[in-house]
């Protein structure tokens, strides 16, 4: 891809073609091949099947995805190879017989979106999905939304060890660095906010494994010293600072400002009720959840506290009977 990087920014007229090509040993190397075109936007396509090999995207149930939906790469074709020697269950678990029109396939374990144009972008592999509280989420798509943002050069979305997820930014030359807002805006506008980063950090790379490729675990690492997400100031009420110590207890350190949203920084409805009895024990009252989604920072929850503590108690007057 760095090589396509370069080719995408070389002049428009050059002295020669070149290609992408796709494809595991067990399809013979070679399955798929696009044109790399300077100025294309994006990594290169990955393109269409050669000749006597086939490419189907199909989803966990083995039916093709419609244009733009994200699926598995399924290929199919004379270069498949008979299977794995000496390991029978991989080859039947990989190589699938009956499957569409009957076709013998090999399950790529690649997610692919076929264009409307009719040719493949890689977007990551299966066994690179994670969990976040019950919904996989894909962080090949995040990334590839995160550096649509003019300002991002390269994306690396990993989870920490807390659950949350993390996107480590490389920005784009010598442009400043787009704030931790600026990004969750950019990638709420694009994505479920399940899939929304809450945790961020820049970088000058991404680091990367011994045999090149992105290291999510190094990664992750980096958050503990380096997050774009900085406290906003010190507390200025001892209410604030009871209620900061109280989200980073819940939030496994992270430190917030008192106006970061909760739900930005890694809080959730689940947390959310541990947050409301946290409250109760410490301040002695008890704010309603409907509030506290209200009132999602620490400034506005520390004001909620304040006016449920100094409110006038209210006492029933029964009117007598005539």
């Known amino acids: 891809l760095t090589g396509g990087d370069r080719l995408r920014t070389a002049p428009s007229a050059l002295p020669y073609r070149v290609f992408n090509h796709y494809g595991p040993t067990e399809a013979s190397v070679v399955a798929t091949f696009g044109e790399v075109l300077p100025g294309e936007a994006g990594p290169p396509l990955i393109g269409r099947p050669i000749h006597n090999l086939a490419a189907h995207v199909l989803d966990d ?3 093709p995805v419609p244009a733009g939906a994200i699926g598995e790469l399924h290929i199919g074709g ?11 269950p991989g080859a039947r678990s990989r190589f699938v017989s009956g499957g569409l029109r009957g076709a013998r396939l090999f399950r790529s374990g690649d997610l692919v979106q076929r264009l409307h144009t009719g040719a493949l972008r890689f977007v990551g592999r299966r066994d690179s999905q994670i969990k976040v509280r019950g919904i996989r989420i894909e962080p090949a798509e995040i990334e590839a939304v995160l550096t649509r943002h003019p300002a991002v050069e390269a994306a690396l979305v990993t989870q920490l060890a807390d659950g949350r997820l993390a996107a480590l930014i490389v920005p784009r030359g010598a442009e400043a660095p787009p704030d931790a807002a600026a990004l969750r805006a950019h990638a709420r506008a694009h994505l479920p ?82 947050l409301q009895a946290g409250i109760a024990e410490t301040f002695g009252c008890e704010l309603p959840l409907v509030e506290l989604f209200d009132s999602p920072t620490i400034a506005l929850q520390a004001r909620a506290i304040y006016a449920r503590r100094t409110a006038p108690a209210t006492t029933g007057n029964r009117g007598e009977a005539a």
């Open 193 to 274: 906010a399940a899939m929304v980063p809450a945790a961020w950090c820049h970088a000058s790379a991404l680091p990367l494994t011994d045999r090149g490729k992105r290291d999510p675990a190094a990664a992750a690492a980096r958050f503990c010293t380096a997050t774009v997400i900085q406290p906003s100031g010190p507390p200025p009420t001892h209410a604030e600072a009871a209620l900061t110590a109280l989200w980073q207890r819940l939030l496994a350190g992270t430190a917030p400002g008192r106006h970061d949203n909760f739900f930005d920084v890694g809080g959730h409805s689940l947390l959310l009720v541990r």
């Open 61 to 63: 149930h083995g039916r």
């Open 78 to 88: 004379i270069g498949l190879a008979r299977g794995y020697v000496g390991n029978p």
